[in-house]
């Protein structure tokens, strides 16, 4: 691959970064190549030391949409850097599995909780309907009043919430420490390469 075609590349697979930042990172990855072909380096090897184009934007969405998240907490940031996670996951494929594993668990609890609190609502209210005009509700079979048990159900929603939102949080501290390990491999490598080239001069 030639130096063209890998930044060309690499500009593609940033597509969605702000221009600013893109045109920063080529700007790096260019003085890669310069340095490279100073100490009398092809083209083609310089590419294959710095890496699948691909995987090294995956790896810099990440690390930019974790910054961007970090300095503005927002929907807007959490979606850009959940997505540029999903990317990164691409590329390493055995962390896949078990985190859409995870994911799954933590979205049916989420809609478990839901699924409590607004039934614990809707048999609140029956049950206060049935005590108020006396009249029974005959899918409603339990062997204590029906708001209790609504108001239970709303309970456990609650609390299975909150314990979602909590693994949720730490979910996300992981996920942070996981692009941050991407992003440390990255820059030795580069830092390899780097030295690489100085030695070779």
Same mark, same amino acid.
């Given at each position: %691959? #030639?130096?063209?075609?890998?930044?060309?590349?690499?500009?593609?697979?940033?597509? /969605?970064?702000?221009?600013?930042?893109?045109?920063?990172?080529?700007? @790096?990855?260019?003085?890669?190549?310069?340095?490279?072909?100073? *100490?009398?380096?092809?083209?083609? @090897?310089?590419?294959?030391? !710095?890496?699948?184009?691909?995987?090294?934007?995956?790896?810099?969405?990440?690390?930019?949409? %974790?910054?961007?998240?970090?300095?503005?907490? *927002? =929907?807007? &940031?959490?979606?850009?850097?959940?997505?540029?996670?999903?990317?990164?996951?691409?590329?390493?494929?055995? !962390?896949?599995?078990?985190?859409?594993?995870?994911?799954?668990?933590? =979205?049916?609890?989420?809609?478990?909780?839901?699924?409590?609190?607004? /039934?614990?609502?809707?048999?609140?209210?029956?049950?206060?309907?049935?005590? #108020?005009?006396?009249?029974?509700?005959?899918?409603?079979?339990?062997?204590?009043?029906?708001?209790?048990?609504?108001?239970?159900?709303?309970?456990? /929603?609650?609390? =299975?919430?909150?314990?979602?939102?909590?693994? &949720?949080?730490?979910?996300?501290? $992981?996920?942070?420490?996981?692009?941050?390990?991407?992003?440390?491999? =990255?820059?030795?490598?580069?830092?390899?390469?780097? $030295? @690489?080239?100085? *030695?070779?001069?």
């Amino acid at each position: %691959m #030639t130096r063209l075609e890998y930044l060309q590349a690499l500009e593609r697979a940033l597509a /969605g970064l702000p221009p600013a930042e893109v045109a920063e990172l080529l700007a @790096d990855y260019e003085q890669h190549f310069a340095d490279g072909l100073a *100490s009398g380096r092809n083209e083609a @090897d310089i590419a294959l030391g !710095l890496g699948d184009p691909k995987k090294a934007a995956a790896e810099l969405r990440a690390v930019t949409r %974790m910054e961007a998240f970090q300095r503005e907490k *927002s =929907l807007a &940031s959490l979606g850009h850097l959940i997505f540029a996670l999903v990317l990164l996951l691409v590329f390493n494929l055995f !962390l896949a599995f078990p985190i859409v594993v995870f994911a799954s668990l933590l =979205l049916a609890f989420y809609a478990v909780a839901v699924a409590l609190y607004v /039934g614990g609502i809707v048999v609140t209210a029956v049950g206060l309907l049935e005590a #108020t005009l006396n009249v029974p509700v005959p899918w409603l079979v339990t062997s204590e009043p029906a708001a209790l048990t609504g108001i239970e159900f709303i309970l456990g /929603g609650i609390v =299975l919430l909150l314990l979602s939102l909590s693994v &949720s949080r730490y979910a996300l501290i $992981g996920a942070v420490h996981y692009v941050r390990m991407n992003a440390s491999l =990255l820059q030795k490598s580069r830092e390899v390469e780097t $030295g @690489d080239i100085h *030695s070779t001069k």
